[in-house]
């Protein structure tokens, strides 16, 4: 008798779990299929409506791009870019390859900071552009793909607009509870006035202490200056960054010249092919 009552508590145990697992598994399918699919087509280009534009130097300025509805999602991964094509000063058609600041927790909208230059193709489009006007964007680009807690630090060597990627990264880490990456960025610049996101990087650093650190490097600094002084220095790597190991990664992005110069250096601090990555 008590075998049969056992054998029967245990049968009934069983059927519990399989249905408690079969609701689970709904559950998460069914979420899965709910969430907003990204308005990107990789394949062809698509045009996004700027509802905001504000300027935040002379040469600088951050574009917000309404999606389809408020709810929309832009379905970029992490770490990757968008192709936006526009006209230059002579009426030719140009792309160029640029990050968003936001990230797909940014519902009904993506924004990108851009620094127009005076000779670039793609800054004469953006220069002109007003509240009203459609970028077209293609999407998404890249090799680089992120997933939490896949290196246990990243240093990250920016130069200039080259922020804009480790941005996203440092926002997509900090802001993910159960991501415990460590984040040592070295931002380079000519001048003060040249720092791009600077706030939203200082707030990064005063919310995340242990987490993520940020050290300026101007080669034109003002008078009273604590930061790094010319340019990015292996001697400056060795300090504000990881030092080589298997479980750690050095991400860079920045002007041309800068990002071979840092390939020379981190070379021959031992960083490893593995342990670097260019966007």
């Known amino acids: 008798m008590e075998k049969a009552q056992s054998h029967k508590i245990g ?10 697992i079969g ?33 935040l130097s002379h040469n600088v300025a951050n574009f917000k791009f309404a999606l389809p509805t408020p709810s929309s999602v832009l379905g970029l991964p992490i770490g990757q870019h968008l192709s936006c094509r526009g006209k ?26 851009i620094k127009m230059y005076p000779q670039g193709s793609m800054s004469h489009h953006f220069r002109e552009m007003r509240e009203g006007d459609y970028l077209a964007v293609k999407g998404p680009k ?23 990627p480790m941005f996203q990264v440092a926002r997509a880490i900090t802001e993910n509870l159960s991501d415990r ?71 860079r992005c920045g002007p041309p010249l800068m990002n071979k110069a840092m390939a020379v250096h981190l070379d021959a601090l031992g960083y490893t092919p593995k342990m670097q990555f260019q966007f």
């Not at 049968?11 to 408690?20: H, Q, T």
């Not at 939490?148 to 990250?156: D, H």
């Not at 490097?217 to 790094?228: F, K």
């Open 11 to 20: 049968m009934i145990s069983i059927v519990v779990a399989l249905v408690a």
């Open 23 to 55: 609701a689970g598994t709904a559950y998460y399918f069914y979420f899965l299929n709910k969430r907003p699919k990204g308005c990107l087509d990789p394949e062809k280009f698509k045009e996004f409506k700027l509802v905001k534009r504000t300027q």
């Open 88 to 113: 230059d000063c002579v009426g030719e058609v140009v792309t160029k390859a640029y990050t968003p600041t936001t990230l797909d927790s940014d519902l009904g909208y993506f924004e990108l900071v």
């Open 142 to 164: 890249g090799r680089f793909k992120y997933q939490p807690n896949q290196v246990r630090a990243f240093g990250m060597l920016a130069g200039g607009t080259g922020i804009t």
């Open 181 to 251: 990456t460590n984040i040592h960025l070295v931002y380079a610049n000519v001048t003060y006035e040249d720092i791009l996101l600077k706030d939203e990087l200082d707030n990064l650093a005063s919310k995340f202490p242990n987490r993520f650190s940020v050290y300026y490097v101007l080669n034109q600094p003002p008078e009273e200056w604590d930061g790094g002084i010319g340019f990015v220095s292996k001697e400056m790597i060795q300090t504000y960054c990881p030092a080589p190991a298997p479980d750690i990664q050095i991400l």
